[in-house]
């Protein structure tokens, strides 16, 4: 064991001699090499998939999941809200009462009328990866993926005679887009809504649950025919004969409607859509009935196999259990609903996501309309984005979302909490050093050797980061504990080496400064090479964890931990024989 010490010794004894003979070429030489390191901080690739960071690499369940993925590919994300009341207690809140219906459905009519400009997203993502208008599609992806205006609903077009959405950002169940709310139980109806009261909410959402098949009509309206046996069954052509009849007199009286052709096709259109007091009607005046009941060999359109019968799939319904969109729902004394404290809804939104090497799968159109749409509930999901925007609470209702970007959100909102943190940290580990290695004159104070020590910190990781580029080991979130890490262990490293120096010229003050930095790198060198060396050596072999996220940050750590070790005796050695020259020469 002694031949090994002393040949380390005599190793690290050489080091030193040389670096405190060439302190300056020593630093330019490590310069050199963090920053050639740095070079590959490009060529990282983040990671940000919960599968591919947290689920052990070759398993079964991954297989699995690769597998479905492919199969049955789904472009969804639900963006799930939840409201209560804001002017009120919690405990006192009815969320059903009409001006929480009516506020809700003037924020959820603001969401539906979000425009994201396509074409200014293109034009940013042709900045900030440096492309041209001219690079070929490859290179440019996003440029087809992107470009125009995109709402939740999109715009209808006559393609070659079928409808087709443009701009359509939502998730599509058949021709429909997806998203639940109270608002379903109204049909989202403007006039139906407005002239909402607590009878008409009562008997709507107690009603919801009940219906036999959807009606295309209000079921919160007075006098509304779907409340009738005959339009709930709907089974025979004197029950559809009864029904459309009822339809068409209250249609009559609640929104009068008119039918004239356009381009050869039958449009409808409320005679007065102001006054229209369902706009169901609309839909029902396109429909044709006979002016007498059938008779019993008469068929509907909707009989094609002239049973008698309707196709079943043709009117199944299944309307949304009440208790999803109202919770903690109350009853009246007769165990009718009759009050809720909150309402709670999605948005289905159709992801469009394009992979970029430096953050993963990302999807800006999605995250912009997200950001719009926590703006209407009162949330500013992202203060530092362009353009600003004013996101003041609600006075009335208070939101709650879980939406596709929130984690990020959340997440980045606490990294930028611990930059601000960290920074602290920084400063106060700069004037503690200064307040141990340092005198208080002005001549050995020590301030520049605490920042270098800091400044080691900075090169430490960047090197890191750049090396970890080049050899293709993806970066993950777990990366940012890595700061404290090599803060703790660089600034301690520094106290080590600064303490045997102070020792060494306390002995032997007739020596020269470059072999008293030799003397420090033969005896501090070896106590930090141990530690070092048992700190590194059980992060590299934590990198071996089934666990991919895990394993990448264990490689990290080792690898910052043997840089760390190497810039102390390339930068903080020298700095320390120069800051000696400096306080032997009495210069500040």
């Known amino acids: 064991m002694g031949l090994i010490e002393n040949a380390l010794e005599g190793v690290f004894e050489k080091i030193g001699r040389a670096v405190g003979s060439r302190p300056i070429t020593t630093l330019v030489v490590s310069f050199l090499f963090a920053v050639a390191c740095c070079g590959g901080i490009p060529l990282m690739v983040s990671e940000t998939r919960p599968e591919k960071q947290w689920v052990p690499a070759g398993s079964l369940a991954l297989e699995h999941n690769e597998y479905v993925s492919a199969t049955w590919p789904s472009n969804a994300n639900f963006e799930l809200f939840t409201a209560t009341c804001a002017d009120v207690p919690e405990e006192d809140c009815n969320i059903l009462e009409p001006k929480y219906i009516q506020r809700f459905h003037e924020i959820n009519q603001k969401i539906m009328k979000i425009t994201i400009k396509g074409d200014d997203t293109v034009s940013w993502l042709d900045k900030k990866h440096k492309r041209t208008t001219t690079d070929p599609h490859e290179k440019r992806p996003w440029a087809k993926q992107y470009a125009g205006d995109w709402t939740f609903m999109g715009k209808a077009e006559d393609v070659n005679g079928s409808v087709e959405f443009r701009g359509r950002k939502c998730f599509s169940f058949g021709p429909f887009c997806g998203k639940q709310s109270i608002l379903d139980v109204f049909r989202d109806d403007d006039n139906v809504i407005k002239n909402l009261d607590d009878t008409k909410i009562k008997r709507a959402i107690n009603f919801w649950e009940n219906q036999e098949g959807m009606c295309p009509l ?6 509304s025919p779907c409340f009738e046996d005959n339009c709930q069954k709907y089974n025979t052509p004197m029950e559809r004969w009864q029904c459309r009849k009822t339809a068409t007199d209250y249609c009559t009286a609640v929104c009068p409607t008119r039918t004239y052709t356009y381009q050869g096709e039958e449009v409808t259109v409320p005679i007065d859509m102001d006054t229209c007091g369902d706009r169901g009607c609309i839909q029902m005046g396109s429909l044709q009935m006979s002016a007498t009941p059938p008779n019993g060999s008469a068929m509907l359109n909707t009989d094609p196999n002239a049973t008698g019968e309707a196709p079943e799939s043709a009117f199944e319904f299944e309307p949304s259990k009440l208790k999803t969109m109202v919770g903690a729902i109350g009853v009246d004394s007769a165990g009718a609903y009759a009050s809720g404290r ?69 997440f980045g909102a606490a990294i930028r909490g611990d930059i601000a943190k960290l920074s602290s940290s920084y400063f106060v580990i700069i004037i503690y050093c200064a307040i141990m290695v340092g005198k208080r004159d002005a001549v050995h104070s020590g301030v520049t050797i605490s920042v270098v020590a800091v400044l080691i910190v900075g090169f430490v990781i960047g090197s ?68 070092s060396a048992t700190d590194a050596l059980a992060f590299l072999v934590g990198a071996t964890t089934v666990l991919p996220a895990l394993g990448w940050f264990c490689t990290y750590a080792g690898v910052a931990i043997v840089l760390c070790y190497i810039f102390q005796l390339t930068i903080f050695l020298p700095a320390l024989a120069l800051n000696a020259q400096r306080a032997e020469a009495n210069r500040r």
């Open 218 to 223: 209000s079921i919160a309206s007075d006098g």
């Open 342 to 410: 909150y309402l709670s809804g999605y948005y289905a939104l159709n992801k469009a996501e394009i992979y970029c090497p430096s953050q993963g799968l990302q999807d800006p159109l999605a995250d912009e309309w997200e950001r719009y749409a926590l703006c209407y509930m009162g949330v500013d999901a992202d203060p530092r984005a362009e353009k600003k925007l004013d996101c003041p609470e609600d006075d009335l209702i208070k939101f709650t979302g879980l939406f596709g970007r929130s984690f990020g959100d959340e």
């Open 464 to 531: 890191t980061m750049g090396l970890m580029g080049y050899m293709g080991v993806p970066n993950s979130n777990l990366n940012s504990n890595l700061y404290f890490l090599i803060l703790g262990l660089g600034v301690d490293d520094a106290f080590v080496l600064t303490s045997e120096f102070v020792r060494h010229t306390t002995q032997n003050p007739e020596l020269s400064i470059a072999e008293r930095i030799a003397m420090t790198s033969k005896t501090g060198g070896i106590s930090v090479l141990i530690t």
